[in-house]
């Protein structure tokens, strides 16, 4: 099975802000991101486990995909609390480790921005969906303005990568899920964190449900 290497700083420094982001604002949109799965689910780059909290009971099991140790360990402790089944195996998302078309469903919040090959993940994504299966996705991507995508050009070719657990801010994962054999069924853009100074490099944030063709 292919791995990524551990990251041990960034492993630590994500666990501890998604879980205090939660009472910020994060709850409520993991509420909405999962609102409507159903069957069996593969999450890919589960993290801590943050989102094993929010399923809905329509939810039969989920395979929740993780390549960092560390990350890996919290999300296997968050699966025992779960309202849902949550299997936690390592991975990446590149070679997931299912067969095809396994899944009625597949979450992904906060990781494409950061795979080393998002073409090569979304197509796993296609792979291991059901025909008419869907893809319900929380990400940042590019910026619509000039001004802040070349700030974002700028970030994800020196600093942003290597501090930020290899995510980059100037993705455009929407063309890219589209690209990949997916439909957009519902789509919401909007900008998190709500800051009043304009400083914030990840935004817009993209909020929707894609149907595998």
Same mark, same amino acid.
């Given at each position: 099975?292919?791995?990524?290497?551990?990251?041990?700083?960034?492993?630590?420094?994500?666990?501890?802000? $998604?879980? *205090? #982001? %939660?009472?910020?604002?994060? !709850?409520?949109?993991?509420?909405?991101?999962?609102?409507? /799965? &159903?069957?069996?689910?593969?999450?890919?780059?589960?993290?801590?486990?943050?989102?094993?909290?929010?399923?809905?009971?329509?939810?039969?099991?989920?395979?929740?995909?993780?390549?960092?140790?560390?990350?890996? $360990?919290? *999300? #296997? %402790?968050?699966?025992?609390? !779960?309202?849902?089944?949550?299997?936690?195996?390592?991975? /990446? &998302?590149?070679?997931?480790?299912?067969?095809?078309?396994?899944?009625?469903?597949?979450?992904?919040?906060?990781?494409?921005?950061?795979?080393?090959?998002?073409?090569?993940?979304?197509?796993?994504?296609?792979?291991?969906?059901?025909?008419?299966?869907?893809?319900?996705?929380?990400?940042?991507?590019?910026?619509?303005?000039?001004?802040?995508?070349?700030?974002?050009?700028?970030?994800?070719?020196?600093?942003?990568?290597?501090?930020?657990?290899?995510?980059?801010?100037?993705?455009?994962?929407?063309?890219?899920?589209?690209?990949?054999?997916?439909?957009?069924?519902?789509?919401?853009?909007?900008?998190?964190?709500?800051?009043?100074?304009?400083?914030?490099?990840?935004?817009?944030?993209?909020?929707?449900?894609?149907?595998?063709?």
């Amino acid at each position: 099975m292919t791995t990524a290497k551990s990251r041990p700083i960034f492993a630590r420094l994500w666990a501890r802000g $998604a879980a *205090a #982001a %939660e009472s910020r604002g994060t !709850a409520e949109l993991r509420d909405r991101l999962l609102a409507e /799965v &159903a069957g069996r689910v593969v999450e890919v780059g589960a993290g801590s486990g943050t989102n094993f909290a929010h399923y809905p009971p329509a939810v039969t099991e989920v395979l929740a995909v993780e390549p960092e140790p560390r990350l890996r $360990a919290l *999300a #296997a %402790e968050a699966a025992a609390r !779960a309202p849902v089944p949550v299997t936690v195996v390592g991975g /990446v &998302a590149s070679a997931l480790p299912a067969d095809e078309s396994a899944f009625d469903e597949a979450v992904v919040s906060l990781v494409l921005c950061s795979v080393p090959d998002q073409t090569a993940a979304l197509a796993e994504l296609r792979r291991v969906l059901r025909p008419g299966g869907r893809l319900h996705v929380w990400e940042h991507m590019r910026a619509s303005t000039a001004g802040l995508a070349r700030t974002q050009r700028v970030l994800d070719a020196t600093v942003w990568p290597i501090f930020g657990g290899g995510c980059h801010t100037g993705r455009d994962t929407v063309g890219a899920i589209q690209g990949a054999g997916f439909t957009f069924e519902r789509l919401e853009l909007f900008d998190f964190p709500q800051l009043r100074i304009n400083v914030n490099p990840t935004k817009p944030h993209v909020l929707g449900t894609a149907v595998r063709g």
